[in-house]
C-alpha cells in the first residue's frame, strides 16, 4: 500500500515522492493516452494530413484527461464549474507537455504519421513516444506537486 497525501516539509512546501509523482502521471497519461490513441487511429484512418492528425489528437487528449479527473472531482461533490477549475489546474501543464513529448516523436520517427493503423511502425512509434511521454513528465508533476500545483490540488479532494 502507498502513501497518497503530500506531506508539508519545512513550512508550506510538501514533500513529494517520485511514486506519488509517477502515480499522478500515470493519471494523466490514461487521459492523454485515450485520446491521443483516438486522434492518431481517427485521423489515420480518414487519411488527414499529419498536422490534422497531430491537432485532433492534441485535443482528444486535453478532453480525456480533463474528463477522468473532473469525473472524480465531481465525485467527490464539487459542483461542475469548480471541478472544471480543478481539472484545469491540476492537468494543463501535465497533459501540455506529454502532449509536446508525444506528438514531437510521433512526427520525427520517419514514417510514423502516413504508416497505417495495420502498421508496426505506427503502434510501435506510439507507444514508444506515449512511454517517453510518460518519463519526461513525472519529473515535471514531481516539481508542481511538491510547489502545491498540478495534481496537488485534486490530493487535497480526496
Known amino acids: ?8 516539509v519545512h513550512g508550506s512546501t510538501p514533500s513529494v515522492s517520485w511514486a506519488m ?3 499522478a502521471t500515470l493519471h ?3 487521459g492523454c493516452a485515450i485520446g491521443e490513441v ?4 481517427i ?5 488527414l494530413p499529419a498536422a490534422g492528425t497531430v491537432v485532433l489528437s492534441i485535443v482528444l487528449a486535453f478532453v480525456f484527461g480533463y474528463a477522468l479527473t473532473m469525473r472524480g472531482v465531481l465525485r467527490a461533490g464539487l459542483p461542475l ?4 477549475g480543478v481539472a484545469l489546474a491540476a492537468d494543463t501543464v501535465s497533459i501540455t507537455v506529454m502532449e509536446v513529448i508525444d506528438n514531437t516523436v510521433m512526427v520525427a520517427v520517419p514514417g510514423a504519421m502516413d504508416a497505417g493503423l495495420g ?12 512511454a517517453l511521454a510518460f518519463v519526461l513528465t513525472v519529473p515535471v508533476n514531481r516539481w508542481l506537486m511538491s510547489r502545491g500545483r498540478g495534481h496537488a490540488v485534486v490530493h487535497q479532494l480526496h
Not at 500500500?1 to 508539508?8: A, I, L, R
Not at 485521423?43 to 487519411?47: F, L, Q, S, W
Not at 464549474?81 to 472544471?84: G, V
Open 119 to 130: 502498421s508496426a511502425l505506427f503502434w510501435l512509434s506510439l507507444a514508444g513516444a506515449l
Open 28 to 30: 494523466c497519461l490514461t
Open 38 to 41: 483516438l486522434g492518431m487511429a
Open 43 to 47: 485521423g489515420t484512418a480518414v487519411g
Open 1 to 8: 500500500m502507498h502513501d497518497s497525501t503530500v506531506h508539508p
Open 21 to 23: 509523482a509517477a502515480q
Open 81 to 84: 464549474r469548480a471541478a472544471l
